[in-house]
Structure formats: structure tokens, C-alpha cells
């Protein structure tokens, strides 16, 4: 019933590409949200797609191949289908998955991931994985990845060789969208990467941060996305303890669950 749902009468933004919005503008409608996408990223093809079209075309040569998101799944199928190939080609490696979210889109095409650590941030994979020194390992990722897991992994032995997969691209709205979320008088807005922190940032270059976002709760994903915004200015409110989706909305909703958060009463 309405009258349940914790997020009646509260506005949330999403930062998220707007390909990927809807997922989580779902999650949040469901608690009875009013979401409004203010994409502040793009995700791009590379430039060049030859480094990784020749890591899978020899894929046999490495132990490990780890996907650490969605996107790098999907950029992945994508050039694979491109090169007239198939997910089967990379079974010879074996797989992991910074999370279910990722380990589900590996799944969807197939693959079945072999190792996802129990917390989703890139070193616990590292952590997780086992003995890997003298093995090669595969990153098809962002072009703006962090270094976390592959310092780790080469410290830990490891021949590690990362590939572009897909760019991720800052995209901040434009003054009318972000004037037009701001006058909606969001209670929340949310990031689910460090790269949506600077994205919705460049968009507020020269503004008062304290005044364009004076009674909005910023909510993070996770604690590598609340270290970005707080580097940037900001002092996120609420920060998931399960880096996902639907546990930044758990964690949104536990943030509005006392009395005195209630839709209508002051922040």
C-alpha cells in the first residue's frame, strides 16, 4: 500500500547513463519515488578496438579473465559478435565478476562466473581470487578504470594486461536540465560511480555547492563512491553497504524510515 512505502512524496535524481536509468528509476518508483534522470555520464565505444580484439582472439593465453561491470560485459559480447565469435571462445579462462550485476550479465550470455567476491569493490576480487602468481590475467574494462585491482594482482605476481573495452565519458547536463531537476526540489540525489560524481559536478562548475544543493541527501553506491564525492565537496548522507542497485534503494529507504524524515518534514 501507498501509505507503506517509505519514498512516497520524495523526489530522488538519477545520474546514471540514460540507457541504464531505468533499472534503478524502477527500484525507486517501487518505493513510491518520484525519479528524475539527470545523466551525467555517456558510455562511448573506443576508439580503437585493436587491443581488444586481439586479447579475445588468443584468449586460450590467459588463466583469468575479469569483468569488473555490466558495460564490460556488454562491450565484450559486442566485439565478439563483431569478430564472428562466441562467449564459448573464452571458456578455456576462467571468469570472474565484481558482482551480481555483472556475474548476472555473464550468466545471461552464457557464462557461468567462477569466482565474485563477497563484497563488490575491485580489490576484494584481488583478495578472493587465490594464488595467481605466473598467471596471465585479462581486464576488459573502462578507459578510466581505477588501478586498485591490477596493482594488486601484478603485486600479487600476476601478468596483467588491461584493455579498453568502452569509454566512459563525461556527459554533465545542461543548465536547463539541471535547472529543471532543481526546481522538482529533489530530496536526494544519487551516484553509482565516481565518474557520475564528476559528471554532475562539471555541470555545477562556479555554482555554491552548500546553495544549489542546500536539503538534498546525497546517496552513494558504495564507499569508493563516497570518497570521490566527498574529494569534490560533497558530504554524502547515505552510503549502500551492498554496492548495488538495490541496495543504494534499501539504503535511501533506511535513510527516510525515522518519523522525522518523513515525506513533508525537513531533512
Known amino acids: 500500500m501507498a501509505q507503506d512505502k517509505l519514498l512516497v512524496g520524495r523526489c530522488v535524481v538519477i545520474t546514471r547513463p540514460a540507457e541504464q536509468a531505468p533499472g534503478l528509476a524502477a527500484l525507486l518508483e517501487a518505493e513510491g519515488a518520484r525519479v528524475v534522470t539527470l545523466s551525467a555520464i555517456r558510455i562511448e565505444p573506443v576508439a580503437d578496438y ?3 580484439d586481439r586479447a579475445l582472439a588468443h584468449s586460450a593465453q590467459y588463466h583469468w579473465i575479469i569483468f569488473t561491470s555490466v558495460n564490460g560485459v556488454r562491450a565484450v559480447g559486442e566485439r565478439l559478435k563483431q569478430l564472428s565469435l562466441d562467449w564459448p571462445v573464452l571458456k578455456s579462462a576462467r571468469i570472474a565478476a565484481i558482482g551480481p550485476a555483472t556475474a548476472e550479465a555473464l550468466r545471461a550470455a552464457g557464462m557461468r562466473p567462477d569466482f565474485v567476491p563477497a563484497e563488490y569493490v575491485a580489490e576484494a576480487i584481488a583478495a578472493g581470487i587465490g594464488a595467481v602468481a605466473g598467471q596471465r590475467i585479462l581486464l576488459p574494462r573502462a578507459d578510466i578504470a581505477r588501478e586498485a585491482l591490477a596493482v594488486e594482482l601484478r603485486r600479487m605476481g600476476a601478468e596483467v594486461e588491461e584493455v579498453a ?14 535547472a529543471a531537476a532543481l ?6 540525489i544519487t551516484f553509482t560511480s565516481s565518474s557520475t560524481v564528476r559528471g554532475f559536478l562539471a555541470a555545477l562548475a562556479g555554482v555554491n555547492l552548500a546553495e544549489a544543493l542546500r536539503g538534498v541527501a546525497v546517496a552513494c553506491i558504495g564507499p569508493i563512491t563516497a570518497q570521490a564525492a566527498r574529494e569534490a565537496g560533497l558530504a554524502p548522507q547515505i552510503v549502500a553497504e551492498e554496492y548495488t542497485m538495490p541496495g543504494l534503494v534499501r539504503a535511501i529507504v533506511a535513510y ?12
Do not use: M, N
Open 50 to 52: 585493436a587491443a581488444l
Open 165 to 178: 573495452a568502452y569509454r566512459t565519458v563525461p556527459h554533465p547536463p545542461d543548465a536547463q536540465a539541471l
Open 183 to 188: 526546481a522538482e526540489h529533489p530530496d536526494v
Open 256 to 267: 527516510f524510515a525515522s518519523s522525522k524524515r518523513r515525506a513533508g518534514a525537513p531533512l
